[in-house]
Each structure stands twice: as C-alpha cells, then as structure tokens.
C-alpha cells in the first residue's frame, strides 16, 4: 500500500514492497499476542478482505539461545544491521487494525482474495484423464418409488 517503508525480505533478497506487491507477516511470540489482541479489539475478532494492518517497528531485541533477552533494546537500524545473521532478534512495535477506506485496495484486496481461493479450489480439484470415458458413472441415477 501506499506509504509503506518497511522492508520485506526472502533470503538475501529485499526492499520495500512496491503498492499492490503481496508480502506475507510472519509473527511469533509476543508479536503473535498482540495480533491476538487487535483482532479481538477489531469488531469483535471479525476481520473483512480490506482491512488494513498497521505494524510500526520502534525496537529491536536480541535473544540468546535459551530465549533470554541478551543486551539493551536496539533503537537504531543500523544497529540492528549490525547484529550478526546467526543471533536471534526480535523487532517490536504496535500493532493495529482498522477498516479499510480507499475503495480502490479494497478492490484490489477482494480481486487477490478471490484469486487465492480460486487457486485453492483447482489444488483441491481431481484431475480427470484426457479422453477417458466414464460412461454414467457420475451420471444421475433413477430410483422407482
């Protein structure tokens, strides 16, 4: 969406989503609490194709390998760049939801929903061979009264 700055990254490879790019959220611990709680918060735990996820990172924190937190809190991006691949570290910030209001990502949203369950339902589907004949096997039967 428009005025995203974070960052999305798959391996090596990243930048800022472009509008319209799909990203998925990957959320643990206590960040998977706090989308627990703005859903509850969020019309009663009802979430419409268009509402709008608000996810601002204002620290970051290091864990050791146990899960104890491991330093102070980390306020800048360059120290948090500089932590090395092979340290945990956690990003936190709030979390919201709100309804969607620009018609147009609302669209955009409902076209991606219906195309991810349009895919969804061709993965479910049962392939028929070319050309095979199955006579009246799926055919209606007639049963006398």
Known sequence: MPGTTMEARIGDEGGVPAPGDRVRLILKAKGFGEWIEARRQHRRGRLNVGDVL???TRWAQ???????????????QAAADAVPRNVT?????????????DPAWIEAAEQAYRSDEAAARQQRAIPLADGED??????????PF
Request: hydrophobic share 25%.
């Open 54 to 56: 608000v996810l601002e």
């Open 62 to 76: 290091q864990y050791d390998q146990d899960g104890n937190p491991k330093g102070p809190k980390i306020e800048d």
């Open 134 to 143: 199955y006579g009246d096997e799926f055919a209606d039967e007639e049963v």
């Open 89 to 101: 570290i956690g990003f936190y910030g709030p979390l919201s939801i709100r309804e969607g209001t």
